[in-house]
């Protein structure tokens, strides 16, 4: 294995391992800090300014260009030109990052005021006491004080107490025109939320300081529901199989989502009570499930949904125990498998506002294709299944520490393990590499045959052809690595198989979307790839094995990240941006991709990988 | 005991037994109709006709000058001037009534249709299934037909199976833009809501159709709080007596309402879940300790409640168990000691659109006094005590069968008994008339003594003198009459003082007011007397105890029956009328009147009986 680099992000102290020679722009990706890159990485831009404080290499050409004599000297350099040759110190600034929530928050303040608080906020008051001469009722002073408001039982049942307790000084709780809760002095600072993406195969969430935007604590998890089935359509078989198992799928759902709630507040050192709102996004079948709504109707021609717009429900009625007076915002739904997640996506990206054709893919369990051209959005979702978040790939895992997420073929395999840990398995982009890589040595076919014996390339590296083997059940296999503990950590046929399903309905569903708005892919301006299937996906590697058309220009390719996860984020700090994806979603054109005529035949051609170079 | 002769009211057929000679006017008033009066029984306005089906007596002078002869041939008399010689069947048309709830109905109907329905409508639906080519989400294929709605999880948990087993026909339940269910079939005729008066001492609930605003059951009981005292301040203590104590208080007044639910639904043969509203109103401690709310600044100074304006509470979080969505609407409140139950009669006797100074009197535990005046509204309460209620009276009990409502004095005593029932006790508007015969006879001073022996007038009827008695303690006692259990129901001198005591805190309110206002009693054109406390109000026993003004001529006082029950139904039906209750809650000006320096000197007067004829 070759040399690992640490590159440390300042000022949060994010840390990442990278193999020598990646780009910093790549490494800022994997530590989940997205760069603008308006050129593609081309060093024409001069967006993507950063700022090394350890481990500087000398500036390029563009770097030249785009910087004075003092600020190259002060180490500033374009992220997307700089090879990392030694362990770095790099600093971003806020203008350089892609979709920073600071920077949504700022664009929204900069509208009326009206329009750029979050639901939720505080108010610290210090009251007059009531008196014989001014006795009005203690909600009506307090009204005086923060506006009409209007308040719940429980507020209501200990208000006079309360407000005579704490002298007549406290704080309100106020999600729009709600009182939530009084609580004694100045607890202004303490206001948080937090935003959930609901995947079938992944749960992610975040907690965020409502005061500032700031991302307070982050934790994921494998959804449970998997135990019942990987892809929707068996969840919502295994819901109606008994009178119980729909309670039981929603019961381990929400058990996940309160673990999690525990993991962000141990993070954050917070109390669950002080998380006043939550954000909840997914594809339809989980928000039901979740929801604890029927499903039956989501499993049967016309794949209807129970509700469209985006509700707002008590999270105690879902089971989630954090603030008693909070709400849970669930993202406006599409249709029967274009859900919360794709509009959450949409808003993250700005797809409403795109100048020109742009194309997003959220590579999921489910690939969410969202078409932009001409002030219409084309929204679809494909069956891609879970191998791109390294389920049902024998060694598959999560992006986690361990997950080998970058491979490079040359003479020999070469890994990059995140964490710098140990392999213990493959993730989603490594998983990509990999085959991309296999495919350009030859030994996987265009057919996804992994080749043995005489099949294969007879210029092979001896390195390479010593680690094909036919495998236990006679299919043959590839030794990407030995683990940590020794272990054959391996792709095999059957692995490849299921990339091929993911990648081809993905592909099949683009180009049906394609078609449906008059376009080819050259036209796009744009294609925004989002997912938390890998830290960073290398666009060639996605255009080798066909994920996305290969008459795509790189700079016209960006990943975006956890798009679906920064829509709820979005939607939890800005009631404007809540706004917009309803109307996004009322917009969006829904395309059924499983009763289009063409996606069979777009599907069987997609998985075929492409000749290459 | 003389004649009691039997009046029945169509199309109702309720039925009342009234003393030979009453008017019809009273007898209605028994039954619980009151009749439009503007000339206050002098038959000069010719308001109260009715007709007389069966027991009619010939015409009157007043009756020949307003009626025809086929019309008097008919049986349509005045019902002021008709007295009562024979069981008589009569049907009074909606027009003679006063402030029927049909009238108010049909009077905001006339407004615009924004304003004209309860908050609870019922919408019957037939909604085009759901189908490829049309696939919108279930609740938006709904709100296409019944408009924007909003719907809790409850009821979306349900919607889709719902919408598909009823074959896309149903009910939407609607409370404003709530959807608080969808029912299969079409139910739109079974549409109910529930108002309850909870009164210190006595709990009156109303259950109405709110598609016809018909009330199709009424019932009443005594509120169980009494056990832990008589009074607002009695209960605030015990609710501070321990940590349980008010959280006892709460419940068992919840227990009470609910029971009443349970024989509203018994009498109507409907079931709890058909009512999806409910109104309630009280003063401003019961309200509270209905809700649970803190009472203890209730009973310190400066007596400041929680809330002001009316709230709008689950009725399931107050504990009451209607319809799972059901709100109550809980009455908006003056001042401390100046609650809902006040601004109900305020709405009730619609006393902010008052033409003249009108005075209205609330006769229960506590005495609530409003008076308006060149558009201004001051408002007071006073402690009368439970005496008008038949509480803290030695034979008192409430107005219901068996309770001797009316007494007459000439040679002997004469007494009516509700239900033509053997007597059980003597209930308000019997303690009045008593007192203010016996006050009329000389056996009872002005300053309240009941007199025995030879401070007794030398001409008094020998079986009026066998009456009084010295009781058990050494107080004298006047025996009314044998129970029909052969007890002795009697008046003792105890019984008189507290009934002072009520009469001197109305009296010494009345005239706190007036004077704020710059009035006297002469001034005033109308007097209205609210109250369950009896069924029928004699303004000059009433003039006689000095309980009103002498000099306040008869037809300008009116009773209008239990004013803030009523007030509480008109809230259930019309959104219009409670933004009125709101806006007189807000406007009217609460008077402290235990801070008022000159309440104890007018009292201590007001306590003292009136000289008489």
């Known amino acids: 294995m070759s040399k690992q680099l640490r590159v440390t992000f300042e000022?949060?102290?994010?840390?990442?391992?990278?193999?020598?020679?990646?780009r910093l722009l790549e490494a800022a990706g994997c530590a989940g800090m997205t760069i603008e890159t308006p050129c593609g990485g081309a060093g024409t831009c001069g967006k993507c300014r950063v700022r090394l404080t350890a481990g500087a290499g000398g500036?390029?050409?563009?770097?030249?260009?785009?910087?004075?004599?003092?600020?190259?000297?002060?180490?500033?350099?374009?992220?997307?030109?700089?090879?990392?040759?030694?362990?770095?110190?790099?600093?971003?600034?806020?203008?350089?990052?892609?979709?920073?929530?600071?920077?949504?928050?700022?664009?929204?303040?900069?509208?009326?005021?009206?329009?750029?608080?979050?639901?939720?906020?505080?108010?610290?008051?210090?009251?007059?006491?009531?008196?014989?001469?001014?006795?009005?009722?203690?909600?009506?002073?307090?009204?005086?004080?923060?506006?009409?408001?209007?308040?719940?039982?429980?507020?209501?049942?200990?208000?006079?107490?309360?407000?005579?307790?704490?002298?007549w000084c406290g704080t309100a709780v106020l999600s729009d025109h709600r009182l939530m809760d009084f609580e004694p002095g100045d607890t202004t600072g303490q206001c948080y939320g937090a935003a959930f993406d609901i995947g079938t195969t992944t749960l992610v969430g975040s907690l965020l300081d409502l005061n500032t935007g700031?991302?307070?604590?982050?934790?994921?998890?494998?959804?449970?529901?998997?135990?019942?089935?990987?892809?929707?359509?068996?969840?919502?078989l295994y819901s109606q199989s008994s009178p119980s198992s729909a309670a039981e799928l929603r019961k381990t759902i929400i058990q996940a989502v309160d673990d999690l709630i525990s993991q962000l507040c141990t993070q954050a050192s917070i109390d669950r009570q002080q998380i006043y709102e939550l954000a909840l996004t997914g594809n339809t079948t989980m928000q039901h499930l979740?929801?604890?709504?029927?499903?039956?109707?989501?499993?049967?021609?016309?794949?209807?949904?129970?509700?469209?717009?985006?509700?707002?429900?008590?999270?105690?009625?879902?089971?989630?125990s954090v603030h008693r007076q909070a709400d849970a915002y669930v993202f406006p739904l599409i249709g029967g498998f274009v859900g919360g997640d794709t509009v959450s996506c949409i808003i993250a990206a700005k797809l409403s506002q795109a100048s020109g054709p742009t194309l997003m893919v959220d590579i999921g369990t489910n690939g969410e294709i969202v078409l932009a051209h001409d002030g219409e959005l084309w929204a679809a979702s494909t069956a891609a299944g879970p191998a791109f978040e390294g389920a049902r790939i024998s060694c598959g895992m999560r992006a986690t520490h361990g997950a080998i997420e970058k491979v490079v073929i040359g003479d020999d395999v070469e890994i990059n393990v995140?964490?710098?840990?140990?392999?213990?398995?493959?993730?989603?982009?490594?998983?990509?590499?990999?085959?991309?890589?296999?495919?350009?040595?030859?030994?996987?076919?265009?057919?996804?045959?992994?080749?043995?014996?005489?099949?294969?390339?007879?210029d092979l590296p001896i390195a390479l052809k010593k680690r094909i083997k036919i495998g236990a059940d006679?299919?043959?296999?590839?030794?990407?690595?030995?683990?940590?503990?020794?272990?054959?950590?391996?792709?095999?046929?059957?692995?490849?198989?299921?990339?091929?399903?993911?990648?081809?309905?993905?592909?099949?569903?683009?180009?049906?979307?394609?078609?449906?708005?008059?376009?080819?892919?050259s036209d796009l301006d744009a294609v925004l790839i989002a997912g938390g299937f890998g830290s960073f996906i290398r666009r060639s590697k996605a255009q080798r094995i066909g994920l996305l058309p290969e008459d795509i220009p790189h700079n016209r390719i960006k990943y975006i990240g956890n798009a679906a996860?920064?829509?709820?984020?979005?939607?939890?700090?800005?009631?404007?941006?809540?706004?917009?994806?309803?109307?996004?979603?009322?917009q969006a054109k829904h395309i059924e991709l499983s009763q289009d005529f063409e996606f069979q035949s777009e599907f069987a051609q997609a998985m075929i990988f492409p000749d290459g170079e």
Chains 1, 2 share one sequence.
């Open 59 to 167: 500036p390029t050409g563009q770097d030249v260009e785009f910087f004075s004599a003092e600020e190259l000297a002060d180490g500033w350099r374009l992220a997307c030109q700089t090879a990392i040759c030694a362990d770095t110190v790099v600093s971003i600034p806020a203008s350089s990052r892609f979709a920073d929530r600071h920077q949504i928050l700022a664009e929204a303040q900069a509208q009326t005021a009206d329009d750029v608080l979050p639901a939720i906020r505080k108010q610290y008051v210090q009251l007059t006491p009531a008196s014989l001469e001014d006795d009005a009722p203690d909600l009506i002073r307090l009204q005086e004080a923060i506006g009409h408001v209007q308040a719940d039982l429980e507020t209501m049942q200990t208000l006079s107490r309360s407000l005579r307790e704490c002298n």
């Open 565 to 586: 996860l920064n829509g709820a984020r979005w939607a939890l700090l800005s009631t404007r941006i809540r706004a917009e994806a309803e109307s996004a979603a009322r």
């Open 474 to 521: 006679d299919q043959p296999e590839f030794l990407i690595a030995r683990g940590s503990q020794g272990q054959r950590i391996t792709l095999t046929q059957r692995d490849i198989r299921e990339l091929q399903l993911g990648t081809g309905a993905i592909r099949a569903g683009v180009n049906i979307l394609l078609k449906r708005a008059g376009l080819a892919a």
């Open 11 to 22: 000022p949060h102290g994010r840390a990442v391992f990278v193999l020598e020679g990646t």
């Open 418 to 458: 995140i964490g710098n840990a140990g392999a213990s398995g493959l993730c989603g982009s490594g998983l990509i590499d990999l085959a991309a890589e296999l495919l350009n040595a030859g030994i996987i076919s265009p057919m996804g045959n992994l080749l043995t014996g005489d099949d294969l390339p007879a």
């Open 214 to 236: 700031d991302e307070i604590a982050i934790a994921s998890a494998i959804n449970p529901q998997t135990s019942f089935g990987d892809d929707v359509l068996s969840r919502i």
């Open 290 to 320: 979740l929801c604890g709504m029927d499903v039956k109707q989501l499993g049967e021609v016309p794949f209807t949904p129970t509700h469209g717009r985006g509700l707002i429900i008590p999270a105690s009625d879902l089971g989630l």
